[in-house]
């Protein structure tokens, strides 16, 4: 009797350590549509979380060093984009490509760094924000060119990916896991 006794409690005390550690993983992991949700872009959103490596798992600090990361790869991309493009304009507003192709180097090389440090990122979103930084070439294209739909195009993925990646920096604490009220992200440009 007392065997059985002990057993019952043992299985139930696992049971119970059980039950609570699966509560508190559920707690920790954020859902990637929920967090989505409060961007400004939330399907974009949704799809770039997903392919992050340890979405599935990851709570929102983790989820913002993912967007993070995609930003840098899209600024990279989108900076060589614009630079090819400053060579072949011919009129003397190659200026304005050459300003936009500058901001998002800056941009790839800020967030492309090895370590995600959150709240120097915050600090670089603040600096753009207030400096009135546009994330597309719109306003640099000649001759129906604006037309294009591509990277550097307003409503570009680069928008896209700058506005999730704000919003998701923003809502992080200075603390890892600190987790303050949303924060409204930039609104799309109106370029």
Not at 160 to 169: E, T
């Amino acid at each position: 009797m007392a065997t059985l006794c002990r057993s019952t409690h043992a299985l139930l005390s696992l049971s119970i350590s059980l039950i609570l550690l699966f509560r508190a993983a559920s707690l920790v992991s954020a859902d990637v549509k929920t967090v989505c949700a409060d961007t400004p872009y939330p399907d974009y959103c949704t799809t770039v979380l997903s392919a992050g490596p340890g979405s599935k798992s990851s709570d929102v600090p983790a989820l913002a060093e993912i967007a993070v990361r995609a930003a840098a790869k899209t600024t990279a991309a989108a900076a060589a984009l614009a630079r090819a493009e400053e060579k072949g304009i011919k009129d003397g507003a190659w200026w304005c490509m050459d300003k936009c192709a500058a901001d998002m180097e800056d941009a790839a090389a800020r967030l492309g760094r090895k370590t995600v440090n959150l709240a120097q990122v915050r600090s670089f979103i603040a600096r753009t924000e207030s400096d009135l930084v546009v994330w597309n070439c719109d306003e640099c294209r000649r001759d129906g060119a604006s037309k294009k739909k591509d990277l550097l195009s307003k409503d570009g993925d680069l928008e896209k990916i700058m506005g999730v990646f704000s919003a998701l920096v923003k809502r992080v604490g200075t603390t890892r896991g600190a987790t303050p009220s949303p924060a409204q992200a930039p609104a799309p440009s109106s370029y």
